[in-house]
């Protein structure tokens, strides 16, 4: 699973009825439909399984209640490529200076943590986020330039 740059958010407001209204980085989502909290969880397989990658939810009850983690698409469910629109298309991001064939990775960082005494560090990632991929994220040491492989730990 790609893990963008920066995650879409979900946001689910539901009101005192239970009716869900859904927006996707802010923008209305599902408007032809009336949606209940029943809805919410099919909903955001569909919203996965189309981006196919991981995005940020937020639910907000009527009371203030609210509640935020990472979803990731299932396993099994095949992406749906959309191709963007000419005028809203990003820049590429670029670089030079690499060697020929090199494999050049492009890093985010999701938190920072101090060293211990030993030079030993442990990040807490969401259990959605880690357990759906923890291949290729590496941990940079900021002073020591230190590049190391991320251990899950029992």
Known sequence: MKVPV???TVRFNIDTEGRLEVRINGQPHAEDRTLSRHDLRSVLREITTRLGT????????????????IETPAENAAPIVMEPEPETATPAL??????????VALA??????EADANGNAAINLPTAMLTATHHGLVLFGLTSLTIAPVEVQA
Not at 54 to 69: M, Q, W
Not at 108 to 113: E, F, G, K, P, S
């Open 54 to 69: 991981a995005v940020r939810v937020e639910v907000h009850e009527a009371d203030g209640t609210t509640y935020s983690d």
């Open 94 to 103: 670029a670089g030079a200076g690499f060697q020929p064939g090199e494999q």
């Open 108 to 113: 985010y960082v999701l938190a920072r943590q």
């Open 6 to 8: 920066v995650l879409t």
